[in-house]
């Protein structure tokens, strides 16, 4: 049973609303969730997408397969692939997009 049973109005006009719902499926909330979360100052998260899963699990195999599995070339290759996976996702690219893959901010 909810022990939340007080209500709150809150009027706001349709684009705040949409971005408050956008905000609030990105952190893996409801809408009221988001909302109480915020108005009490406690920390949200965004959940990461897929893109992101995709760069963590190369990673893992790289790191299990390391010694065993790849040549120093091969390494740098698939380590470079990563790098470039990571920032299309910092950079919120898709399918390479960025034609270099160079973003001055993250130190390359």
Known sequence: MRNRSIGINVRVNEKEKKKLQRNAKKSG???????RKTGL???IYEIPDENFYKVYT????????FS??????EI???????????????????NGDDENGDNKNMGN
Not at 76 to 94: A, G, P, R, V
Request: proline share 0%; glycine share 4%; aromatic share 10%.
């Open 68 to 73: 065993a599995k790849y040549d120093e070339e």
């Open 58 to 65: 190369g990673i893992v195999e790289l790191k299990n397969e």
């Open 29 to 35: 909330l409801t809408l009221s969730a988001y909302l």
């Open 76 to 94: 740098k290759e698939k380590i470079t692939k990563i790098q470039s996976d990571f920032l299309d996702i910092y950079n919120h690219k898709d």
């Open 41 to 43: 100052g406690q920390k």
